[in-house]
DNA sequence: CGGCATCCTTTAAGATACTG
DNA sequence: CAGTATCTTAAAGGATGCCG
């Protein structure tokens, strides 16, 4: 949690498996179940408006996503472009720090897609057993 | 969110952008911020008991491992091994699915290290520049 | 259109104590 | 050791109404 520059080199103490540590706060956010599909739609077709999100987003609330772009913002994954015209046009698009997160999110969201059925399953057979033997 | 046998072929139309989809909370569950940490900590150690992953997991309750290691075990991730002895020992260790989840997993926990820096550095930027223009 | 403010309900999380 | 049960607190989420 302590600072990286160090005179025998960098040190990188950033641990999410320390109590804390920032780098675990930011995993939980970039991991939030909001946060993940809009920068996974933000990803696969690029500059986006609130309304189209909302769409995309099947049953994502206002305030969510708003909540969610906010904290995007801040972070310095997405930007936000306000056009100054009657009715508002605002536009959200991955910076490049966004970009990077792309592959990652990508994998884990298709490995979701991809594995869903076996977890179903496995499900079932937990169920079906019982809460017998615990 | 329809099953996916069908007399043409596969259609597998899991799609987490469509509300109630299943893939939606899987991937919600398999991002969130302690089983991230206990499949992390399983794939680089390989199995281990409930203790050493409280150790490992600085800052995780009982109530949360133990609640976190029983869905990822009715998920098909964990496995979960009773030795009867006494005092009682177990073991949890990654089945053949959970493996597969060790990439990605590993690659969004080293992207939130590597660049936990940048975001720091971004929200200090978004917030000196003030609400202000919001 | 794209929000934010407020209120309220529902979950999730944490602390503590106790048991097989 | 490895939990469960209980209680309390914190956060997430939804509904509504207002505004630039």
Chains 1, 2 share one sequence.
Not at 27 to 45: H, M, P, T
Request: proline share 4%; with cysteine.
């Amino acid at each position: 949690m302590t600072a990286v520059e160090n005179v025998t080199g960098p040190i990188s103490s950033f641990d999410p498996y320390e109590r804390g540590c920032p780098s675990r706060d930011l995993l939980d956010q970039i991991g939030s179940k909001w946060a993940v599909l809009v920068l996974g739609e933000l990803g696969r077709n690029g500059m986006s408006r609130f309304g189209r999100l909302r769409q995309a987003l099947a049953g994502v609330s206002e305030k969510m996503l708003a909540q969610t772009l906010r904290t995007l913002e801040r972070d310095g994954l997405v930007s936000r472009t306000v056009h100054a015209e009657v009715p508002p046009h605002v536009e959200y698009e991955l910076t490049a720090l966004g970009q990077t997160l792309r592959e990652p999110l990508k994998a884990l969201t298709q490995w979701s897609v991809l594995h869903i059925e076996e977890v179903i399953t496995a499900r079932q057979e937990y169920d079906d057993r019982g809460e017998r033997s615990r």
